[in-house]
C-alpha cells in the first residue's frame, strides 16, 4: 500500500513539472537590494506562449509584481541553441509520458552542451516518470549548483517539491527556506509545501502558521482549511479546528468539490467536539457523515487527533 501510495505521489508530481517545464514558461528571480522584490510563481500558473513577453504576476494580495527573466535563447551560439530545442522537445515528451524518448532527447543536449540547464530540468521530470527519484534529485540539485539565474529557482522548487513526496521534509523545508532567504516572495502552493512538510514532522505550530499564509493568498480554498483543521486539532486548539471544520462544509466544495459535506470534514469537527466535551454536536456530525457515506463511514467511530 505505501509503495502504491509513493508511486501516485509521483505521478501527481509529475503533471506538476510537467506544467513547470512547458515552453515558455516564464521564469522568476529575486531583484537585487534596492529593487522590488520579486514573486515567485510555480507550477506554470503564469506561463506565457512562446517566449516572448512574459505572462503578469499572480495576484498575491499586494500589488507587487514579478521580474519575469525571458531566457535569450538569441544569445545562444547554433550548438546551444541545438541542445535548447532538443530539451524543449523532451518536456513536449514528458508531457505525454514518453520518458524513455525525453531522456534519450536530454542526454544529447547535454553531449551538445554540458551547461544546458534547461535539459537537465527536462531530464529530471523523465526521471520522475519513470519513478527515478533519486536520478531526477540529481538533476535538480545540478542546477541549483549551477546558480544559473534562469533555471535554479524553479530546480530549487521542484526538489522541494520532490523531497515532500518523498517525505524527505527536513530537505524540503530546508529548500524553501532557501527561496525566501533569496527574497522570493512564496506562493500559495510552496505556503502549502512546507505546510505539509511540517506536519509531517510534527510541527503544528509552524504548519498552521503556513497554512495561514496559503489561506491568505487563496482564502476560497476549500483544501487548504481542512489541512489548517487538521494541524489545528493535532495542536489541541479545538476552536479553531471547529471553525475550520465548519468553513469546509459551509462552502460545499467551491474549490472543485474538494471536501464540502464529505464525511473527512464531518469526522474531523466530531473530533474536536468529542475533545471540547460537546458530545451531542459530535454525534451529529457522526450521523451526517454516515449520511455522507454509507457504504465507507457505517461506523464513523471517534477518530482522534493522530489517527490516520
Known amino acids: 500500500m505505501k509503495l502504491k501510495q509513493s508511486r501516485q505521489n509521483l505521478l501527481l508530481l509529475t503533471v506538476a513539472v510537467s506544467f513547470f517545464l512547458l515552453p515558455g514558461a516564464a521564469l522568476c528571480q529575486p531583484q537585487k537590494q534596492g529593487a522590488e522584490r520579486a514573486s515567485l510563481q510555480f507550477a506554470g500558473k503564469a506561463a506565457s506562449k512562446g517566449n516572448s513577453a512574459a505572462a503578469s504576476a499572480e495576484r498575491q494580495g499586494s500589488e507587487k509584481r514579478a521580474k519575469k527573466l525571458v531566457f535569450p535563447v538569441a544569445s545562444l551560439s547554433p550548438v546551444q541553441r541545438d541542445a ?115 506536519s509531517g514532522l510534527g510541527k503544528h505550530a509552524q504548519a498552521i502558521a503556513d497554512y495561514t499564509a496559503a489561506i491568505a493568498l487563496r482564502p476560497n480554498t476549500t483544501r487548504l482549511r481542512f489541512k489548517r483543521a487538521e494541524s489545528y486539532l493535532h495542536a489541541g486548539q479545538y476552536e479553531k479546528a471547529v471553525a475550520d471544520y465548519t468553513r469546509v462544509i459551509e ?16 469526522l474531523g469537527r466530531a473530533s474536536a467536539y468529542d475533545l471540547l466535551g460537546r458530545k451531542d454536536l459530535a454525534n451529529k456530525d457522526r450521523a451526517a457523515a454516515r449520511n455522507a457515506d454509507q457504504q465507507n463511514y457505517a461506523d464513523a467511530p471517534f477518530r482522534s487527533p493522530g489517527r490516520k
Open 84 to 198: 535548447y530545442n532538443m530539451a524543449l522537445k523532451a518536456d513536449r515528451c514528458n508531457s505525454i509520458m514518453e520518458s524513455e524518448e525525453a531522456l534519450a532527447l536530454c542526454n544529447q543536449a547535454l553531449k551538445l552542451d554540458p551547461h544546458c540547464w534547461k535539459a537537465y530540468l527536462a531530464r529530471g521530470q523523465a526521471q520522475i516518470n519513470s519513478n527515478r527519484p533519486d536520478q531526477a534529485l540529481s538533476d535538480f540539485s545540478r542546477v541549483i549548483d549551477s546558480k544559473d539565474q534562469y533555471f535554479m529557482y524553479g530546480a530549487r522548487r521542484l526538489r522541494a517539491d520532490l523531497y515532500c513526496v518523498l517525505k524527505r521534509f527536513a530537505e524540503a523545508i530546508k529548500d524553501i527556506d532557501a527561496l525566501e532567504a533569496e527574497g522570493a516572495t512564496l506562493s500559495d502552493g510552496m505556503h502549502e509545501t512546507r505546510a505539509g512538510c511540517y
Open 251 to 266: 462552502v460545499d466544495g467551491k474549490d472543485g468539490n474538494f471536501m464540502g459535506g464529505s464525511p473527512e470534514a464531518y
